[in-house]
């Protein structure tokens, strides 16, 4: 299982091909988020994986970061995002970014991890 | 249960905060935001969720200012293109006002065709020249106006010129009353930019009056030319036929004379003197006249010849006068022309005979024959140091049986001058005389190098 700690994440491909990206902080600004794509890219080897980002940390992101999460410039990252939030804070920023930011690939919401990834599945399936 | 009344009023503070943070947001203050305590429980998520939407709101608004901002300069610039394109188009209205006033009132018919030579312009002056109005001619064939005689030509010369060669035509065109205008055309073809031609542009103008012109001078020209060949004919007739009678005349009074000589007295024998002197005289200038008729009838055709000899000729029948004036003559180095040579001679002998015959008295005569002039023609001189010519007589001296001087002074009839020009004219080439009285003088003439036929 390919591992990498980042700087913004730390990271890690399963047995399903799928990209596990864990916030180590809890707030997020622009440089964070822009350095944070490339990590994302630099463990998919140019490939582009399902992602799983948990955001369970996460408290404060600002408009800069979220705008360019949801950005062209991140597309390149990966083939689908699901976020997995925990606590009400994160659940309403995973969704402020869903319904406000409207990202253009596929992206969901989850509570459950193992849910998150039964869909990231699919979609990878899907895609081959 | 002090705890959690404190809890309770922290709780009320805070959903107070949120309160208050929510009626700035509603007044349009975006600038501060409400405190997220960090506690992580349902309050801190609604006001982080509120403070979201608050930097979406301002940003969103700050964006739409922006954009409408853009708007705003777009539409200042779109008034302001408009403006120019206002000042544009007056511009082109008055250039193209000034265009027409100059097409439609000049003298010259501007015209356009399609690429068929379907005509889709002509300016309104046409109906001076046609009697045609504008709109009698637009969308008719070009052609169907041109002269059939002139319509070959003229459709090769189009060709021609669509073909990139410009050149005017000049040709018939129908007016209105179903007579013809000469009319001349200058025209270009107009290609786009695969070279595909779309059509002719170009300026007709009459030129009515010029070919009339032409016409009348070419016409006097061949009168001329017919008058001018009845006129040596006749005098070659008149001088032909003249001789006998005059020989007749003269040869009965020189009879007379002997038989009835002794009969007659002084007087009677002086008048026929007279009578005898001026029938010579009669039959030396009907000699003169036929030679110089001759130039014109009896030439023979030109061909190369070497003008030494011409030269040398004309000195060796010169011989006897060259030797009794005791005259010195140089001959320049001499082409070979193309020439009759029979009448080079005589006007090589007429010339240099001319130089031994008014020489100055106790000099005795000078004569150099030169050679000069161009890529096209050869000009020959005839130099002397005789008495010369006054310059208002400079014109004169070519006229037949125009003599400067008392028969008295110097013989002749005065033609010899009168046949070097008509045989150097016969040749194409000119002739004239520089001189100053009392200094001599330089006779010129020019033979052109080469011959178009």
Known sequence: ?128 | MHGEHDAMNNGDDRVRSIIEGIQRVASGDFSSPITVTGEEDDLDAIATGINMLTEEIAHRDKESNEKQEAILNILEDVNEAKEELEKATVALTESEEKYRDLVENINDVFYATDENGTITYISPIVSHIMDYHPEDIIGRPFMEFIHEDDLERIMEAFTDIVAGNLHPSEYRVMKKDGGYQWVRTSSRPIKDENGKLLGLRGVLSDIQEKKEREERLEKALTDLEKSNKELEQFAYVASHDLQEPLRMVSSYLQLLNRRYGENLDDTAKEFIDFAVDGSTRMSGLIQDLLKFSRVGTKGKPFEPTEMKEVVDTALKNLEIAIQDHEATVSVDEMPVASVDAGQMVQLFQNLIGNAMKFNRPGMAPEVKVGLGGSDTEWEFTIADNGIGIPEDQLERVFVIFQRLHPREEYDGTGIGLAVCKRIVERHGGRIWVESAEGEGSTFHFTIPKRRDE
Do not use: C
């Not at chain 1, 800069?64 to 689908?80: M, P």
């Open chain 1, 1 to 128: 299982m390919e591992r990498m700690e980042g700087e913004r994440f730390k990271l890690w491909i399963d047995e399903h091909g799928i990209v596990h990206a864990h916030f180590k902080h809890d707030t997020e600004d622009l440089a964070g988020a822009k350095k944070g794509v490339e990590e994302i890219k630099q463990i998919s080897g140019g490939v582009r994986h399902p992602v799983l980002v948990d955001i369970r940390r996460i408290k404060k992101i600002s408009l800069d970061a979220r705008r360019y999460y949801a950005s062209e410039d991140s597309i390149g990252a990966h083939l689908a995002v699901a976020l997995l939030a925990g606590s009400t804070m994160s659940r309403m920023i995973g969704n402020f970014f869903l319904g406000v930011n409207r990202p253009k690939f596929p992206v969901k919401l989850f509570d459950d991890e193992s849910k998150a990834i039964e869909w990231l599945k699919k979609v990878k399936d899907q895609e081959a």
